[in-house]
């Protein structure tokens, strides 16, 4: 059975704070599955993420993966994540 793919049209607040996890996660070019798990348990267990579909994440890690590799991509991935968050959101950031 194959994962339903899962395309994103939009960053939301949430998908932002997690763009900001994945994105130090990435940034190594070695991905530990021991970060991926505290992404997941993070989404699961803190109330900011209450309502997030994690299934969102594989696309989100897949995008942020692709604009980090193009020249000036963290900065790219840096105005992605700032547009999505309101300025009340800046200190969760």
Known sequence: MSE????LTHLTVQDSLVGIMLGAMVSDN?????????IYFFVRHLPV????DEKRIPALKELITGT???ENGYTVYYRLVLKALKPEHNKLA
């Open 30 to 38: 070695s991905v530990a599955r021991r970060e991926s798990d505290y």
């Open 4 to 7: 339903e793919k899962i395309e």
């Open 49 to 52: 993420f209450s309502g997030y």
């Open 68 to 70: 980090i590799k193009v």
